[in-house]
């Protein structure tokens, strides 16, 4: 066969690095900092619910289109309860296969071909691939070491007749910065002077230790043009359940359903009732959610500049991102590809979520979601890289 299997939209994008780093992770017996999902369990009694909802056959058949009425609710409840925003669950809330399904049903239902999208680099590389699946072009606007702040004057320049949309993601990753009221409402004021619409990835919402996360639905002008997508494998540590769910006026929401009910049709029925109640839980657990990451995101910050990496400290989400340029290290790619028989750990590069290779060259991006007796493991095996280096 003559004719290239792929489409030419995918070219290049190949195995996810997380599937690569994970499978050196277990082929090589290492600490997995790489991929992002935690090494225990959450909440006990959402567990239960699921198991229950399995046993007693709630949800072991297709669940409604939308999600069931008891999630639906229960996202509704949410963002009046954080964020003051009123959301009807029956038109405006959709339940998703995780984000990453939300950020790809929002694409191929928003954009045409040929459409521009204005996205923060570095970027959760599924972004990159859905705007691509729909035809579109990403227009990255660089954040750059050491403090990773939106260029608002970049961004601005960056907007032609084409483009079609904005896709945020704060709480950010890879680099934890969390946006600021201001550097969001110059944000918001972009996006109405040029009636565009902003897709925002908020699944880090309740993972913030410096700061204060703000849906940016909830400025002047953007409610009846945002598409808030979350979920709660990130706030509840149950990243397999794959919950995930899209808020916007009832407009936004049916085009996104559209879409989506032509990629998993429905999915996870017992998960989507165990989620609802999590949703619900009080503040002491969104409180000591935070308050755990901090110190764990503290315990890995001081073994990493142990070990010779400049750290930059992040806001949020649970990932720190790091420059290896102190090691006299140049290339992130091949220093994650060495590491784990350097020294037993892996990490991710974050050159791969950039379109700027040069930007993001030696950055390395360690998840710190992690029992605090693996992260000291980890910092004692990174310690290994100083005596190599002098070496």
């Excluded at 290049?12 to 690095?17: L, P, R, V, Y």
């Excluded at 229950?52 to 509704?76: F, I, S």
């Amino acid at each position: 066969m003559t004719r290239a299997l792929l489409n030419g939209a995918l070219a290049g994008m190949g195995t996810t690095i997380f599937a690569e780093m994970s499978a050196l992770a277990a082929q090589t017996g290492s600490v997995n900092l790489g991929q992002g999902f935690p090494d225990t369990d959450g909440p006990a009694e959402l567990a239960k619910l699921a198991a229950d909802a399995v046993l007693t056959g709630l949800g072991n058949q297709y669940p409604p289109g939308p999600g069931v009425p008891e999630l639906r609710m229960a996202v509704a409840a949410h963002q009046k309860r954080f964020y003051g925003l009123d959301v009807d669950p029956d038109s405006e809330v959709l339940v998703t296969a995780g984000a990453t399904e939300a950020v790809a049903a929002a694409m191929l239902a928003l954009l045409e071909p040929g459409d521009e999208v204005i996205a923060l680099e570095p970027y959760y590389d599924s972004y990159a691939a859905c705007i691509a699946m729909a035809g579109a072009r990403r227009v990255p606007v660089t954040l750059r070491a050491p403090l990773f702040r939106p260029d608002l004057d970049e961004m601005r320049d960056a907007i032609t007749s084409r483009t079609r949309l904005i896709l945020l993601n704060s709480p950010h990753n890879p680099t934890g910065i969390v946006a600021t009221r201001a550097e969001l409402a110059a944000i918001a004021e972009l996006a109405v002077r040029h009636d565009l619409l902003v897709v925002t990835d908020e699944v880090y919402e309740h993972l913030v230790f410096e700061g204060e996360h703000i849906p940016i639905a909830t400025l002047p002008g953007m409610r009846e043009r945002t598409v808030t997508i979350s979920s709660g494998g990130k706030t509840f540590s149950y990243t397999g359940w794959k919950i995930g769910w899209v808020t916007g006026t009832p407009e936004l929401v049916t085009a996104v359903r559209t879409a989506k009910q032509f990629l998993t049709f429905v999915s996870g029925g017992p998960f989507q009732y165990a989620i609802a109640a999590g949703l619900a839980l009080g503040d002491a657990f969104y409180a000591t959610l935070a308050t755990d990451l901090r110190r764990k995101r503290d315990l890995l910050a001081a073994g990493l500049r142990s070990a010779g990496f400049e750290v930059f400290v992040p806001q949020g989400t649970y990932f720190i991102t790091t420059d290896i340029a102190a090691l006299g290290e140049s290339d992130g790619l091949e220093f994650c590809r060495a590491l784990p028989h350097r020294c037993g750990v892996v990490a991710v590069p974050n050159v791969v979520f950039y379109d700027d290779r040069a930007a993001g060259r030696t950055q390395v991006r360690f998840a710190f979601c992690k029992r605090d007796e693996v992260l000291a493991d980890a910092a004692a095996r990174l310690a290994r890289l100083r005596g190599q280096a002098a070496r």
